[in-house]
């Protein structure tokens, strides 16, 4: 059974650090795997999609990349603002039945 | 606007109620989904359907029901036999493919009186 994981549970930075945030899978048979924001109370919002045979991904302060083979992800975030204090979650696309798993998010807290 | 329309915003369930939660996209998705959230905790599938009148079951599936009669619309009935149902619902779309984003709607928040 997929499991997807996200370390750190939780982040709390100065305005201003680069940071990464880490997802790792354990069955690499995806087709994808997406990054989302969420903030509280709300729905998510695709950030980022990389595909199986690509390695990253940027949009804006955002990269993202992805090592299928050791079923690892990393998010990293530059220059951080107050304004991406959020919770960040990644989610697999997986071969056999297309299901899209999710794992249990970073809460990330940028320090004014 | 196209977009993913979740209602109610919140709603109440006596016990022994059925309840249901409606979803509706105007973005012409094949695909559906029906996730449940729990305070701090990730998002766990409960249904899913990629065509019209077809749809699976996620890993959470007991207690639920949904159908799928229309292409815009994927209504999630939460029954009586869903013994801790609060929690905050998200429905979600997209197209149909294999690199194909997920899109959201705001969520609904299922109390139980």
């Known amino acids: 059974k997929q499991e997807v994981t996200q370390i750190p549970a939780a982040l709390s930075v100065p305005e201003g650090e680069n940071l990464v945030l880490n997802c790792s899978f354990t069955d690499s048979a995806i087709y994808n795997l997406q990054w989302f924001r969420q903030d509280p109370g709300k729905g998510l919002t695709s950030l980022l999609l990389i595909q199986s045979s690509q390695r990253e991904q940027t949009s804006g302060r955002l990269n993202a990349s992805l090592d299928k083979s050791s079923g690892r992800s990393t998010l990293y975030i530059a220059a951080s603002q107050p304004g991406d204090s959020a919770t960040y979650l990644c989610a697999v696309n997986q071969y056999r039945d297309d299901k899209i798993i999710f794992g249990k998010g970073t809460r990330l807290h940028i320090l004014p | 606007d196209g977009g993913i329309t979740q209602s109610p915003k919140y709603l109440f369930r006596k016990e022994g109620q059925n309840v249901t939660l409606s979803c509706e996209q105007n973005l012409n998705h094949d695909a559906m989904y029906w996730y449940r959230q729990d305070p701090g905790q990730g998002l766990r599938l409960i249904y899913y359907s990629q065509i019209v009148n077809d749809f699976q079951k996620g890993d959470i599936a007991e207690g639920y029901s949904v159908s799928r009669e229309k292409k815009e619309s994927f209504p999630l009935t939460v029954t009586s036999a869903q013994k801790n149902p609060t929690a905050f619902y998200l429905c979600?779309?997209?197209?149909?493919?294999?690199?194909?984003?997920?899109?959201f709607g705001s969520g609904t928040q299922l109390s139980v009186l």
């Open positions: 979600a779309s997209r197209v149909t493919g294999t690199n194909e984003k997920l899109f």
